[in-house]
């Protein structure tokens, strides 16, 4: 069993809908990343929690520490915010899960 | 500032022959971080270098080493190579130190990758 766990696999959205990604984790970790992927592979980094909330934009990242699970939320999607959304923890190292493809439709 | 940069961004090689990508970290990162994305599937972590040392090694073979140079610029080799080596490689650099507690600089930037293809 993965360490980082996502759902879904895949999502298709219409434009302007509310998104919400998850991400389940079974280690100990001192933060957790999300990670946006374009075709291509660039990666950029959204958002790094250790606890709470943090907001940037239309998006939204929560984690709860206890239960070892973080989601990630786009309000007003849009389809610009097509790509793959990773979660990653860091542990000892970094470790991912394999990525949700979001695909938002116009 | 330049972020990180990665060369080449495309490879082809053939199996058996050996391949070394290179990254340059952004400036003032200390620590270079490689890893190897297969199509489909998340990062796995390969190594990790602070100061010209590893200090992280995933589970890839032998065939994977790596070195970092004292400009924090760093290089990954892979020998033998096989047609399950074929995928994207990413460097990622972050102003991780060691012995100081977790904080924003465990903030990784990633460079854009190179795609390596075995034939």
């Known amino acids: 069993k993965n360490e980082v766990e996502q759902s879904p696999q895949n999502l298709t959205a219409q434009e302007g809908e509310f998104i919400t990604i998850n991400c389940s984790y079974s280690?100990?970790?001192?933060?957790l990343h999300w990670l946006q992927q374009h075709p291509g592979g660039g990666i950029v980094s959204l958002f790094m929690?250790?606890?709470g909330k943090k907001k940037h934009g239309r998006l939204i990242a929560t984690i709860n520490i206890q239960e070892k699970h973080s989601s990630l939320h786009i309000t007003a999607s849009h389809p610009r915010d097509s790509a793959v959304y990773i979660c990653?923890?860091?542990?000892?190292?970094?470790?991912f899960g394999a990525g949700t493809r979001l695909t938002v439709k116009p | 500032d330049a972020g990180v940069t990665q060369s080449p961004t495309h490879l082809i090689k053939t199996r058996g022959q050996q391949v070394t990508l290179r990254c340059s970290p952004i400036?003032?990162?200390?620590?270079v971080s490689w890893y190897q994305q297969v199509l489909g599937q998340g990062p796995q972590f390969i190594f990790q270098?602070?100061?010209?040392?590893?200090?992280g090694r995933g589970n890839f073979p032998d065939r994977f080493s790596a070195r970092q140079f004292p400009n924090y610029s760093s290089e990954l080799n892979v020998n033998a190579l096989l047609l399950g080596d074929s995928a994207l490689y990413l460097c990622?650099?972050?102003?991780?130190?060691?012995?100081?507690?977790?904080?924003?600089?465990?903030?990784?930037?990633f460079g854009p990758g190179t795609r390596l293809t075995v034939l």
């Open positions: 990653a923890v860091t542990h000892n190292d970094m470790r």
């Open positions: 280690v100990g970790i001192s933060a």
């Open positions: 929690l250790s606890s």
């Open positions: 400036s003032g990162h200390k620590s």
């Open positions: 990622a650099s972050s102003s991780w130190e060691p012995d100081r507690a977790p904080g924003p600089y465990n903030e990784q930037f």
């Open positions: 270098y602070y100061e010209k040392e590893e200090r």
